[in-house]
């Protein structure tokens, strides 16, 4: 299958992407008007300029979408305040459906507010998080757990994002997982594909993407040092994948462990968001080839293209093309 092939497959995905839905605020700011408040004293960052993305899983429906996937809905809580506006402003803009985001009033939508210097374009200041440090209200989750179990049967693949890195606030919690996990029990032909910074080990019976560092933490958590294998058989899928940047990736199956390499790339811009990029891609392939190495090879392609951006960049068919030329990615 080459990859005129599966691009032309993506029209035919529905994709589902719950979880940490966040709003990234890009906020350009003037250091020559840094002049101290008169109240304090205190310099102020004189923003003058600021454009809205989707963030955290925002990102991978961002991503889905630019690659040409057929309906892409995200599922999560956005507060009753302004940045639950942008967000929902900002995944319309993209044709990424926002109708099942949970309004939560008193929880704050999580944001990511950047500091872009507008005389070097680089984000050189601490940045400001809006999170949620405390637990869901009952009715919010429960909602959450409702509205998946009813739209992720709608779809072709699911992709959960944990970013949440706090014990408590996050969205996905104990009783989205056990719903996660019992989805992907009855529905093998699902692709259930999970990104989670900090809790990978407590996920069952999907397929769990990590990167090195979060694997051998999630290894350390288990007491089986590095070892991805015994990894792989706790979570209880057939295929664990794990991203090491430039150096590609490993995909973990019970046949052994395969090294996928990056595609080379001399001197990227940004890498951030090329996990949510790799995330769509592979996620994507996957379910098109059943490949886990197709879909590891897809997916590093498409982050190649994503890491020659600023911010959290996305990549569309014809990029994808012009980078790839018309190589094969074959089905084992």
Known sequence: MNVDEI???????????????CLDRWCSYEPGLAEPSRETGIPR?????????????????????ALGAGRVAVLGVAGDDGHGYELRRA???????????????????????KLINRGTGVEDLARVDFVNACDLPAEVEGAIVDRFRCLAEQV??????????????????????????????????????????VRGEQFRGVLVKLNEEEAREA?????????????????????????RGARGCVV???????????????????????????????????????????????????????????????ATPEEVRRQAGHERFPIH
């Open 252 to 314: 973990v199956t019970e046949s052994g462990q395969t090294v996928v390499p990056a595609q080379r790339v001399e001197k990227p811009v940004d890498i951030c968001g090329a996990g949510d990029s790799f995330n769509a891609g592979a996620s994507l392939a996957l379910s098109l080839t059943r490949d886990p190495i197709a879909a590891a090879r897809f997916g590093n392609l498409i982050a190649s293209i994503t890491i020659m951006k600023p911010g959290t960049g996305t």
């Open 45 to 65: 960052i004189a923003v003058t300029a600021v454009e809205c993305t989707p963030g955290g899983a925002g990102t991978v429906a961002s991503n889905l979408r």
């Open 156 to 197: 072709e693949i699911v992709i959960v994002s944990d970013q949440a890195e706090l014990e408590r606030g996050g969205v996905v919690t104990d009783a989205l997982r056990q719903a996660i996990a019992e989805f992907a029990r009855t529905h093998p032909r699902t692709v259930v594909w999970v990104d989670s910074r």
């Open 91 to 113: 995944l319309q803009e993209r044709g990424i459906d926002g109708s099942a985001l949970v309004a939560a009033a008193g929880v704050p939508t999580f944001t990511y507010t």
């Open 7 to 21: 691009l032309a497959g993506m029209a035919g995905q529905a994709v589902l992407v719950v979880g940490d839905v």
């Open 219 to 243: 290894c350390g958590r288990l007491g089986v040092g590095t070892d991805y294998e015994a990894l792989r058989r706790h979570i209880g899928h057939g295929t664990l994948i794990l991203t």
